[in-house]
């Protein structure tokens, strides 16, 4: 059974700094795209950010851009998210994805697989 496992959320203060994981398990993801969506309340899931296969390539959202860094080790099947100077507008529950089956990393609606979700809440 495959499953993709989120960790590392929390509540933290404007300005501070979260480093989200996701660990893969019942099959290797280290020949697929990885990504992070993140959904707040009544709102759509977005696109956060995206990394190739080899970590070669790497997307973000504008919003994050700076800010975020996704990151990806294949030995232990698993991908990061690093999020620094953390605004109250980060406040979400993030998702992990993995292998899309077209060449979008922003829809959602490409990726096959996900985690449960995280909840990161970043205070003012």
């Known amino acids: 059974q495959v499953q993709l496992v989120e960790s590392g959320g929390g509540l933290v203060q404007a300005g501070g700094s979260l480093r989200l994981s996701c660990a893969a398990s019942g099959r290797t993801f280290s020949g697929s795209a990885m990504g992070w969506f993140r959904q707040a309340p009544g709102k759509e899931r977005d696109f956060v950010a995206g990394i190739s296969w080899s970590g070669g390539f790497t997307a973000y959202a504008d919003s994050v851009k700076g800010r975020f860094t996704i990151s990806r080790d294949n030995a232990k099947n698993t991908a990061y998210l690093q999020m620094n100077s953390l605004k109250p507008e980060d406040t979400a529950v993030y998702y992990c994805?993995?292998?899309?089956?077209?060449?979008?990393?922003?829809?959602?609606?490409?990726?096959?697989?996900w985690g449960q979700g995280t909840q990161v809440t970043v205070s003012s």
């Open positions: 994805a993995a292998e899309k089956f077209s060449s979008s990393y922003l829809d959602s609606k490409a990726w096959n697989y």
